[in-house]
C-alpha cells in the first residue's frame, strides 16, 4: 500500500526501511491501546458506554454505505 506513495526514484534499501517503520509504528500503536484498555478503569468506562459507541460506529458505517449506494 505504500508503495503508491513512495517514488520510483527510492532505493530498495529505503523501501525496506519505511515498511519497517510501518511495521513497528503499528506494533507500538497496538500495544499502547492494549495497555490503556487493559487497565481496570478504561475497561469499566468502555464495558459501560459498549452499547453507546457500538451504537455509533453503526450508524457511521451504514451512513457512509449509504452514501457509497446513492453517489454512485
Given at each position: 500500500?505504500?508503495?503508491?506513495?513512495?517514488?520510483?526514484?527510492?532505493s530498495?534499501?529505503?523501501?525496506?526501511?519505511?515498511f519497517?517503520?510501518?511495521?513497528?509504528?503499528?506494533?507500538?500503536?497496538?500495544?499502547?491501546?492494549?495497555?490503556?484498555?487493559?487497565?481496570?478503569?478504561?475497561?469499566?468506562?468502555?464495558?459501560r458506554?459498549?452499547?453507546?459507541?457500538?451504537?455509533?460506529?453503526?450508524?457511521?458505517?451504514?451512513?457512509f454505505?449509504?452514501?457509497?449506494?446513492?453517489?454512485?
Amino acid at each position: 500500500m505504500f508503495s503508491l506513495f513512495v517514488g520510483d526514484s527510492v532505493s530498495s534499501g529505503a523501501r525496506w526501511g519505511i515498511f519497517l517503520l510501518i511495521v513497528l509504528e503499528t506494533l507500538a500503536w497496538f500495544t499502547v491501546v492494549a495497555s490503556l484498555f487493559a487497565l481496570p478503569g478504561m475497561r469499566r468506562g468502555y464495558q459501560r458506554m459498549a452499547k453507546w459507541i457500538d451504537g455509533i460506529a453503526g450508524t457511521l458505517f451504514a451512513g457512509f454505505g449509504i452514501h457509497l449506494i446513492i453517489s454512485r
